[in-house]
């Protein structure tokens, strides 16, 4: 498998989950991992019990995520056409129609459906890289996406091809090189396979971006914000059924371990 970086095939193998690009240092998850059935992998399950205990609980949490984010993208660009890829249950979309003509793709088309119906807002199911536009975007924007994709350069790629020019792309994602990463290892919480497939450095992210035509205008380590539930899940790997009894309360953190990400596009 050829790096998404760098484009070579060599790999040394980082553990029992990753290997590492020998050329640049990408990090990847073993090929195996990018064989599974991502229809599967992406069915209602992954929103209950799977990367989430319960994705419709983090609401409150996640919208508080969204507003901060939304205050960056619209210092860069505060009107105009955005696309949301990833967008889920469609949160992220209710905070920025206010200012923007908004657009959605989540990659399970029943769910799509849902929430465009929910919401009564555009969203388009199916995978992003194969999906069809008719318009381009001043923003799009992706919250931890990046990291799920079989092919990150083909993600960007396309997501240069539709953004305008002097448009800007935002990505949230974890950061492999950061201390807590380091420390942990492969018992970084984010290191999930099958779901998480990539694991960008901001070197190696800066690269693919500059390589797709962008330009980086900045890289933060940001506050979110997380249930206690979702912490407890993710973070002790408890038993769902032990789930319920922890309080239903959001809580604001920051382990330095997630990036986020502003490019414009380069004439």
Same mark, same amino acid.
């Given at each position: 498998?050829?790096?998404?970086?760098?484009?070579?095939?060599?790999?040394?193998?980082?553990?029992?989950?990753?290997? #590492?690009?020998?050329?640049?240092?990408?990090?990847?998850?073993?090929?195996?991992?990018?064989?599974?059935?991502?229809? #599967?992998?992406?069915?209602?399950? %992954?929103?209950?019990?799977?990367? %989430?205990?319960?994705?419709?609980?983090?609401?409150?949490?996640?919208?508080?995520?969204?507003? *901060?984010?939304? *205050?960056?993208?619209?210092?860069?660009?505060?009107?105009?056409?955005?696309?949301?890829?990833?967008?889920?249950?469609?949160?992220?979309?209710?905070?920025?129609?206010?200012?923007?003509?908004?657009?959605?793709?989540?990659?399970?088309?029943?769910?799509? &459906? /849902?929430?465009?119906?929910?919401?009564?807002?555009?969203?388009?199911?199916?995978?992003?890289?194969?999906?069809?536009?008719?318009?381009?975007?001043?923003?799009?924007?992706?919250?931890?996406?990046? &990291?799920?994709?079989?092919?990150?350069?083909?993600?960007?790629?396309?997501?240069?091809?539709?953004?305008?020019?002097?448009?800007?792309?935002?990505?949230?994602?974890?950061?492999?090189?950061?201390?807590?990463?380091?420390?942990? /290892? &492969?018992?970084?919480?984010?290191?999930?396979?099958? &779901?998480?497939?990539? %694991?960008?450095?901001? /070197?190696?992210?800066?690269?693919?971006?500059?390589?797709?035509? %962008?330009?980086?205008?900045?890289?933060?380590?940001?506050?979110?914000?997380?249930?206690?539930?979702?912490?407890?899940?993710?973070?002790?790997?408890?038993?769902?059924?032990?789930?319920?009894?922890?309080?239903?309360?959001?809580?604001?953190?920051?382990?330095?371990?997630?990036?986020?990400?502003?490019?414009?596009?380069?004439?």
């Amino acid at each position: 498998m050829l790096c998404a970086i760098c484009q070579q095939n060599r790999w040394r193998t980082n553990g029992v989950l990753t290997d #590492k690009c020998c050329s640049c240092g990408f990090v990847k998850a073993k090929d195996q991992y990018f064989l599974g059935d991502f229809n #599967k992998i992406y069915s209602d399950q %992954y929103y209950q019990l799977g990367d %989430y205990y319960d994705y419709r609980n983090e609401e409150q949490a996640l919208k508080r995520n969204f507003r *901060n984010r939304l *205050n960056k993208v619209r210092s860069y660009k505060n009107s105009g056409n955005l696309l949301d890829i990833g967008c889920g249950y469609g949160f992220f979309l209710e905070e920025a129609k206010t200012y923007y003509n908004v657009l959605g793709v989540e990659r399970n088309p029943e769910l799509a &459906e /849902k929430i465009s119906g929910r919401l009564n807002l555009p969203v388009k199911g199916g995978d992003f890289s194969k999906t069809f536009f008719d318009k381009k975007f001043d923003v799009i924007t992706a919250f931890d996406v990046v &990291e799920h994709v079989p092919d990150p350069r083909i993600f960007v790629q396309k997501c240069r091809q539709i953004n305008n020019d002097g448009g800007m792309l935002f990505l949230e994602t974890g950061d492999i090189n950061s201390v807590l990463a380091t420390i942990q /290892k &492969e018992s970084w919480r984010l290191v999930n396979p099958p &779901e998480h497939l990539n %694991y960008f450095s901001v /070197k190696t992210l800066t690269t693919l971006l500059e390589k797709s035509g %962008y330009e980086v205008i900045f890289v933060e380590r940001v506050n979110f914000w997380r249930s206690l539930r979702q912490i407890v899940f993710r973070g002790l790997h408890l038993s769902a059924k032990i789930i319920p009894y922890v309080p239903n309360v959001t809580i604001p953190l920051n382990t330095l371990d997630i990036i986020f990400v502003g490019a414009r596009t380069k004439n």
